[in-house]
Nanobody, 115 residues
C-alpha cells in the first residue's frame, strides 16, 4: 500500500536544529513533488517548503534561510533540515507527495521548540 511516513520530530531548545525525514513506500518519489506543511494548535495548515521532481525548491518567508529541503531519490526520501528553531516553529509537520493526479499525506511528526 502506498504511503509516506515522517520521522525526526522531537523537543529542542530555541536555536537548535532538527532533521525531518519523509520516506515513500510503494511509490516512486522521483515522480512526485514533495511538500512539507505544518499545523500549529488553533492555526491552519501552512506550506513550509517544497521540492519539485526537477529538484527546484521553495520556502515560506518565515523559514527562508533557516530551513533546507533536499531529496534523495535513491532512498525515496526527502529531508527537511531545520536550523535556528524558534518557539513559533512548534507544530505538527506533515509531508505530502503530490503526483498531480494523486497525492499522499503522512501522519505527521511533532516538533516542539522550547524558549
Amino acid at each position: 500500500q502506498a504511503q509516506v511516513v515522517e520521522s525526526g520530530g522531537g523537543l529542542v531548545q530555541s536555536g537548535g536544529s532538527l532533521r525531518l525525514s519523509c520516506v515513500g513506500h510503494g511509490i516512486i518519489f522521483s515522480t512526485y513533488n514533495i511538500e512539507w506543511y505544518r499545523q500549529a494548535p488553533g492555526k491552519q495548515r501552512e506550506l513550509v517548503a517544497d521540492v519539485t521532481r526537477g529538484n527546484a525548491s521553495d520556502y515560506a518567508d518565515s523559514v527562508k534561510g533557516r530551513f533546507t529541503i533536499s531529496r534523495d531519490n535513491a532512498k525515496n526520501t526527502v529531508y527537511l533540515h531545520m536550523n535556528d528553531l524558534r518557539p513559533e516553529d512548534t507544530a505538527i509537520y506533515y509531508c505530502k507527495a503530490d503526483g498531480g493526479w494523486t497525492y499522499y499525506w503522512g501522519q505527521g511528526t511533532q516538533v516542539t521548540v522550547s524558549s
